[in-house]
């Protein structure tokens, strides 16, 4: 039987992901990389569950790629060639940041300690991220030769602007997460005692509310960092006249006016 180097666990509507190779800082190997996708392909497909909240076991969130993972770890004997890194990347990393981004269900990073490499892309990769007041970000490639992979040069330049990002991904330098919030690369840093309950109860706010417009808002804001203002706006009008016609319009509205707690059930 495999490791079980992910742990799941279904609370209500919300389905979490425990990153669970400890004694490595949670770094990826092949073996977490497909498991997690599987988890998300799983949470995806179950009608049941509306959030998916992702975090690390022990005192880290991911030091990213398990540099000592055999698929991937440059080869010690003389003469041995390298081996294709992106292979890796385009098997298991591009999949995954694939798969993340495009969940029918808003996904919540709750980031408990170091968050490096592509654990950093991950994290970052959420819809919503917070931390713990203890936590850092480390763009950790520069420091082995690599640039920021997993979707890291897309996201870092759009969440806090190329010079920032740059700084980051060049230097390589740790982040506290105080700073990281302050850039606006994550929501919301909280006492790291406070942080999984805080996690939860966001993952479970989200979960109660209407799931397919809170994910065409991810896709209507990702789309519109494409645009121009008046594509933008119609856009906007294209994907407002289909939720104008889903249940949950109808429900949330209906509730207002009733003044009732609204029951969300598209997804
Ligand atoms: O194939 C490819 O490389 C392509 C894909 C690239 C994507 C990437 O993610 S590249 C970036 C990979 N990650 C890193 O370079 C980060 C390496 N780790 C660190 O720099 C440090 O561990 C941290 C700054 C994250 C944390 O430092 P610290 O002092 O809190 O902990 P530590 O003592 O360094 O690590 C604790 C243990 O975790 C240690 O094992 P040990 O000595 O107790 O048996 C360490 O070796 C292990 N560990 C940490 N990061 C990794 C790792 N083992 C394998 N891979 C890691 N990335």
């Not at 490595?24 to 569950?49: H, I």
């Not at 959030?51 to 440059?74: E, K, N, Y």
């Not at 654990?119 to 082995?144: N, R, T």
Request: charged fraction near 20%.
């Amino acid at each position: 039987m495999s490791e079980q180097t992910l742990l799941i666990e279904q609370l209500g509507a919300v389905r979490l992901l425990r990153l669970n190779r400890p004694e490595a800082l949670n770094a990826f190997t092949t073996g977490l990389l497909g498991q997690l996708r599987q988890a998300l392909e799983s949470a995806a497909a179950d009608a049941d569950t509306r959030c998916v909240l992702i975090t690390g076991a022990g005192r880290a969130f991911s030091a990213g790629q398990d540099l000592a993972d055999p698929h991937v770890a440059p080869s010690r004997e003389p003469g041995a060639p390298p081996k294709d890194i992106g292979h890796l990347l385009e098997h298991y990393y591009i999949p995954l940041a694939l798969r993340l981004r495009s969940m029918p269900v808003p996904v919540v990073a709750a980031v408990n300690g170091v968050a490096a490499g592509a654990g950093a892309s991950v994290a970052l990769g959420c819809d919503l991220v917070l931390a713990g007041e203890s936590a850092s970000f480390i763009q950790a490639f520069s420091k082995i030769g690599l640039i920021p992979d997993c979707g890291g040069t897309w996201l870092l330049p759009r969440l806090v602007g190329r010079a920032k990002a740059l700084e980051m991904a060049l230097l390589g330098d740790k982040l506290k997460a105080a700073d990281a919030e302050r850039l606006g690369l994550i929501s919301r840093v909280l006492p790291d005692a406070e942080l999984m309950d805080a996690a939860l109860a966001t993952a479970q706010k989200l979960a109660a509310m209407p799931t397919r417009a809170l994910v065409e808002t991810r896709i209507a804001m990702d789309e519109a960092l494409k645009f121009d203002f008046e594509t933008a706006l119609k856009r906007e009008a294209v994907l407002q006249s289909q939720m104008g016609f889903a249940y949950d319009y109808q429900e949330g509205a209906a509730a207002f006016l009733d003044k009732r707690k609204p029951q969300f059930r598209d997804r």
